[in-house]
């Protein structure tokens, strides 16, 4: 039999998937808007391309040694390569499907408009190390993003090349490490509690520091007594995620910022959950000395599927002098200036290196851009407080069908916490989970924090209408009954994606990371 | 407010379900001196769409665009034609607004293509494996030696002279925290890139040895040699690729024995964007896998059996790791994997190939036009779209003096090595497919004008 597909591999048929009730396997495996794609390398052919170029004249260097043979890659033509993207993409779920609750990610809407002014090109087609006078309007759109930021912030300035959250951490840490080394201090220890994301230890680690963690309390919030009996000359930081991975405000944040510098310390903020908080309450009135903001949540620019991001740093007086190269400085004659390794030396004595090639994420900082300008100061404040309007209605319309281990201190802000407490004996978060994808929604995040036994971390952002809120609390609440009653459907769940349970221990035990011409 | 769909109504029923009286009181744990009394101080209220378009593309205006006049830049970025299709495929909101495929049986469109994403790169490289991607060239380089640390268990990297200087800043900074110790040097302004000095360079303690290729001035180096050299050490051999279109045209770093490569992808799918967002590729033998930083997508089979695309290998990651985890990488270039993927896909090896001789035959010919300009001498025996020249005046003075005249004529290599004298008079010219004829006798035009 041959299938339709002339690419020589067929999809295998999974009976239960392919063949609802009453219903045959389909021949090509394909069910109806639901088509399967072979690799690339199944379809593409070394002879087919979807580049025409022009001739141009002349003959290669003679010195130049040339390959023995073009590199063994597949191409497409241009409808083949249209249809082959295609496809793939409608196997993806995003938020432009549906409610996509993943908590301490900040899925929210990514306006259009953003993604035009990002492809303006005097942004787009200019080049990083293209002269001064010839990028004023890239470097504008940089003054302008970090001038909101340094405001939204309530801090002393912002170094904005971090490429994403982990990378602004880690500008962060570096600038506490230098600060501590121009005073000559060697501390070495970096607090970090057990609620955090696990980027924070990592960070720390990866810039040198020793990780110590901090507990919390029964109450969701890092245990104020503990840390500060903690603190001591060893001891530069510490970094906390406020609002913190519970969900909850760190009520105690200017107390403990109080005294960890009263004990010679810096405050790293994790500013991940940003958005419960942007035009209502200034980190900088906390006492934080840095914190990085992911322009990919707070300010909605798109994941991509996984990045890319931008985290810029707002860092305190006291670490300002020490933010990394490169940086823009308006001149007094309005042009602004590009502060590189020439200008370093006399403009930025503290500075303490760089942390990537050329100046950040711009394609990032157009969007930001035009999101904080399309949302203006009163919209920035609706946005945070919809989205803690939106986490609090779904806690109190679940908590009746599912745990919320700390619903009754109070309200939660833009995330809603969970747990599988009370589900029936060999059910877990990850089977409700999984049954929310056949429900048409993504799952929100599971077993983080780690705090929290099965934890379920729903943010809905203020993406979400009254109604789709309805729909999503609907749907939970069945999902919570069935895990409560177990329901032996929901273990097997997803019934209805285009693929069941991915056998994940399979793929870690003898991994293929790359495909080979022997399989299929 | 169009991107939020409250209405007021709702928020009052919400209120009621919720039971407080107004959204304020969900700030309730917030101190009530940290919370602002009113907006934020000069920030305007919210804007329509056409008035922040205005707005943006006002700014837009006031830079001089690659696409408007001669355009020679590279240094590490490059300028390449990008086919519509790629800019089209990847703005599907499938791909866009999707989050890291955490949930595989919901993001196998973005898995598949992680997957063909690494084998890709893996061919292109002529390496075992590569990852998903990390955030650009500069970055990919320091994990590089940070691996090559763990895999050696020695600190000490010996840098090339050929490296592009921000990465090496990078790296740098990395370093004096870390521990690591880097042996850095100048390049050299030979015909070829100084490898004695190199290999001389490396000694029992040395972890890994990194060379561009080709390198910042363009040349291409005898990777093969110092490959040889590193591993009679026992260090490995880092390959740096900022100009990845270039090995359509020479061969791949891991066919010369390279035992990491790493490299910016930004020349395919990805355009110019003033430096960001890139994309970091990284490649290396099979047996360092565990050892490799960044998320990785591997193929498995569903419950019932059909072929199904994963992350794994996750315990390297910080999400699981924690502070012992490889790198504290998260988020990473995913979109750009895309579009590089896209735009690869489009070419096919041939098609790259067919790119890769025309950005080379364009920098025959303008390396030949310039160097009929009195004065300018070119520095490169070898090269493949971008060499070096010689100018008799400061390399900086006359990119700028260029500009002045609407041509973007190449990169002063003192911008980025701003305390070598001796190189202050190298200007960097880098060319592409997208270079016409027009182009060359324009830059050699000026040139000759601002050198009269």
Redesign the interface.
């Known amino acids: 039999m041959t299938a339709l597909n002339p690419s020589g591999w067929r999809?295998?048929?999974?009976?239960?998937?392919c063949a609802p009730e009453g219903a045959g396997a389909t021949f090509t495996g394909n069910r109806a808007l639901h088509l399967e794609?072979p690799?690339?390398?199944e379809i593409?052919?070394?002879?087919?391309?979807?580049?025409d170029?022009?001739e141009?004249?002349?003959?290669?260097?003679a010195?130049?040694?040339?390959?023995?043979?073009?590199?063994?890659?597949?191409?497409?033509s241009?409808p083949e390569?249209?249809r082959?993207?295609?496809r793939?993409?409608?196997?993806?779920?995003?938020?432009?499907?549906g409610l996509?609750p993943?908590g301490s990610?900040t899925?929210k809407?990514?306006?259009r408009?953003d993604?035009?002014?990002a492809?303006?090109?005097?942004?787009?087609?200019?080049?990083?190390?293209?002269?001064e006078?010839?990028?004023?309007?890239?470097l504008?759109?940089i003054d302008?993003l970090a001038h909101?930021l340094v405001?939204?912030t309530g801090m002393a300035s912002v170094a904005m090349t971090p490429?994403?959250?982990?990378?602004g951490?880690?500008c962060g840490l570096?600038a506490i490490?230098a600060a501590l080394d121009a005073r000559g201090d060697k501390r070495e220890v970096i607090l970090v509690p057990e609620s955090a994301?696990?980027?924070n230890?990592?960070?720390?680690?990866?810039?040198?520091f020793k990780?110590e963690a901090i507990p919390a309390t029964a109450a969701g919030r890092v245990d104020t007594a503990a840390l500060i009996a903690r603190l001591g000359p060893n001891v530069a930081g510490v970094m906390i995620t406020n609002p913190n991975t519970c969900g909850?405000?760190e009520?105690d944040l200017?107390t403990i910022a109080d005294a960890v510098h009263a004990a010679g310390g810096y405050v790293y903020c994790d500013g991940a959950n940003f958005n419960a908080?942007v035009?209502?309450?200034?980190p900088g009135?906390?006492g934080v000395d840095a914190m990085h903001i992911?322009l990919?949540k707070t300010f909605s620019t798109?994941?991509?599927?996984?990045?890319?991001?931008?985290g810029p740093v707002v860092l305190s007086e006291a670490l300002a002098p020490f933010a990394?190269l490169p940086f823009v400085k308006p001149g007094t004659d309005g042009v602004l200036h590009l502060i590189?390794?020439?200008q370093g030396a006399e403009m930025a004595p503290g500075a303490?290196?760089?942390?990537?090639?050329?100046?950040?994420?711009?394609?990032?900082f157009?969007r930001a851009?035009?999101y904080?300008?399309?949302?203006?100061?009163?919209?920035?404040?609706?946005?945070s407080?919809?989205a803690?309007?939106?986490a609090?209605?779904v806690?109190?319309?679940l908590e009746h069908v599912l745990h919320a281990p700390f619903g009754a201190t109070?309200?939660c802000?833009h995330e809603a916490l969970f747990s599988d407490d009370g589900f029936a004996e060999g059910f877990s978060t990850l089977d409700l989970?999984?049954g929310l994808?056949d429900e048409g929604f993504?799952?929100m995040t599971v077993y983080?924090p780690l705090v929290v036994h099965g934890a379920m971390l729903v943010e809905p952002t203020?993406?979400?209408?009254?109604a789709?809120l309805d729909q999503f609390i609907a749907a939970m609440e069945s999902l919570g009954q069935r895990a409560r009653a177990g329901d032996a459907a929901l273990k097997?769940a997803?019934h209805f994606?285009?693929?069941?349970?991915?056998?994940?221990t399979?793929?870690?035990r003898k991994?293929?990371?790359?495909?080979t011409p022997t399989?299929? | 407010?169009?991107?939020?769909?409250?209405s007021e109504h709702?928020?009052g029923?919400?209120?009621a379900?919720?039971?407080?009286p107004d959204?304020g009181?969900?700030?309730?744990?917030?101190?009530e001196?940290?919370?602002?009394s009113g907006?934020?101080?000069?920030?305007?209220?919210?804007?329509s769409?056409m008035?922040?378009?205005r707005?943006?593309?006002r700014?837009?205006?006031?830079?001089?665009?690659?696409?408007?006049v001669p355009?020679f830049?590279g240094?590490?970025?490059y300028?390449h034609?990008v086919?519509a299709?790629v800019?089209?495929?990847?703005?599907?909101?499938?791909?866009?607004?999707?989050?890291?495929?955490y949930?595989?049986?919901?993001?196998?469109?973005?898995l598949?293509?992680l997957?063909?994403f690494?084998?890709?790169v893996?061919?292109?490289f002529g390496t075992?494996?590569?990852n998903?991607?990390l955030?650009?060239?500069?970055?990919a380089c320091w994990e590089a030696i940070?691996m090559a640390g763990r895999i050696t268990r020695r600190n000490r990297a010996v840098l090339s002279g050929g490296l592009?200087?921000?990465?090496v800043?990078?790296a740098?900074?990395m370093a004096?925290?870390?521990?690591d110790r880097l042996v850095t040097a100048l390049p050299t302004l030979g015909a070829h890139a100084d490898e004695d000095a190199l290999i001389a360079a490396i000694d029992g303690e040395t972890s890994c040895v990194l060379v561009q290729y080709p390198d910042v001035l363009g040349r291409?180096p005898d990777l093969a040699r110092v490959a040889a050299a590193a591993q009679a050490k026992g260090a490995l051999l880092v390959a740096v690729v900022t100009e990845p279109v270039a090995?359509?045209?020479?061969?791949?770093p891991g066919a010369l024995g390279a035992d990491i490569v790493v490299g910016?992808g930004q020349s395919l799918g990805v355009?110019?964007?003033?430096?960001?967002?890139?994309l970091g590729l990284f490649g290396c033998r099979e047996k360092y896998?565990r050892q490799m930083p960044g998320?990785?997508?591997?193929?498995?089979?569903?419950?019932?059996?059909?072929?199904?695309f994963?992350l794994?290998?996750?315990?390297r990651?910080?999400?699981?790791?924690?502070?012992?985890?490889t790198?504290?990488?998260?988020?990473?270039?995913?979109?750009?994997a895309?579009a590089f993927s896209?735009h690869?896909?489009?070419?096919?090896?041939?098609?790259?190939?067919?790119?890769a001789?025309?950005s080379?035959?364009?920098a025959?010919?303008t390396a030949q036009a310039l160097t009929r300009v009195p004065g300018v001498a070119l520095v490169n025996?070898?090269?493949?779209n971008e060499f070096a020249v010689t100018l008799p005046r400061p390399a900086a003075d006359v990119?700028?003096a260029l500009?002045q005249r609407r041509v973007?004529g190449g990169?002063a290599l003192?911008?980025?090595l701003?305390g070598a004298s001796d190189l202050a008079n190298v200007l960097l010219v880098a060319t592409s497919?997208l270079t016409t004829d027009e182009d060359i006798a324009t830059l050699v035009a000026t040139l000759g004008e601002v050198l009269a």
Request: glycine share 12%; proline share 6%.
């Open positions: 999809p295998e048929m999974g009976d239960a998937a794609e690799l690339l390398f593409g052919r070394a002879d087919h391309c979807g580049v170029f022009d141009v004249a002349g003959s290669p260097l010195g130049l040694a040339l390959r023995a043979a073009p590199v063994d890659l597949p191409g497409l241009e390569a249209v082959h993207y295609t793939l993409s409608r196997q993806n779920y995003a938020i432009d499907l996509f993943l990610c899925m809407h990514n306006p408009l993604e035009k002014v492809r303006m090109p005097g942004f787009a087609d200019v080049h990083p190390l293209a002269p006078g010839t990028v004023q309007g890239a504008k759109v302008e909101w405001e939204l490429k994403a959250g982990a990378h951490e880690l570096l490490r994301h696990g980027t230890p990592a960070t720390a680690a990866f810039a040198g990780v909850l405000f009520s200017k908080i035009g209502r309450v200034r009135d906390l992911n990919h798109p994941h991509g599927g996984g990045g890319p991001g931008a990394p590189e390794e020439a303490f290196g760089r942390m990537c090639a050329f100046h950040g994420q711009m394609g990032m157009t851009l035009a904080i300008l399309s949302h203006g100061a009163d919209g920035l404040a609706q946005a407080g919809d803690v309007l939106n609090n209605y806690l109190r319309r109070g309200p802000m989970a999984k994808i993504h799952p983080f203020e993406t979400e209408s009254k789709g097997s997803p994606a285009p693929r069941r349970r991915v056998d994940e399979r793929a870690a991994p293929r990371l790359i495909w399989e299929g | 407010m169009r991107y939020l769909p409250l709702d928020r029923e919400m209120l379900a919720v039971g407080v959204v009181a969900l700030f309730v744990d917030v101190p001196a940290a919370r602002l907006p934020i101080a000069g920030l305007p209220g919210h804007a769409e008035a922040v378009e707005h943006m593309a700014l837009s205006a006031q830079s001089l665009t690659a696409g408007e355009f830049l240094a590490g970025a300028r034609h086919p299709s800019d089209h495929l990847i703005q599907r909101g499938e791909f866009l607004t999707a989050y890291t495929p949930q595989p049986e919901i993001a196998q469109g973005t598949q293509v997957f063909e690494q084998t890709q893996a061919r292109l075992d494996v590569a998903a991607s955030y650009d060239g500069s970055t940070a592009h200087p921000h990465y800043g990078t740098q900074t004096r925290f870390t521990g291409v090995l359509g045209l020479i061969e791949s910016e355009g110019l964007q003033f430096g960001g967002p890139y896998v998320r990785l997508c591997g193929e498995t089979v569903d419950a019932d059996g059909q072929r199904s994963v794994t290998l996750s315990t990651e910080q999400h699981i790791r924690r502070e012992k985890a790198s504290n990488i998260c988020t990473n270039s995913g979109l750009c895309l896209i690869m896909s489009l070419l096919g090896g041939e098609g790259l190939a067919r790119m001789r025309a080379h035959l364009r025959v010919q025996e070898t090269y493949v990119v700028e500009a973007l990169v003192s911008r980025l701003p497919e």
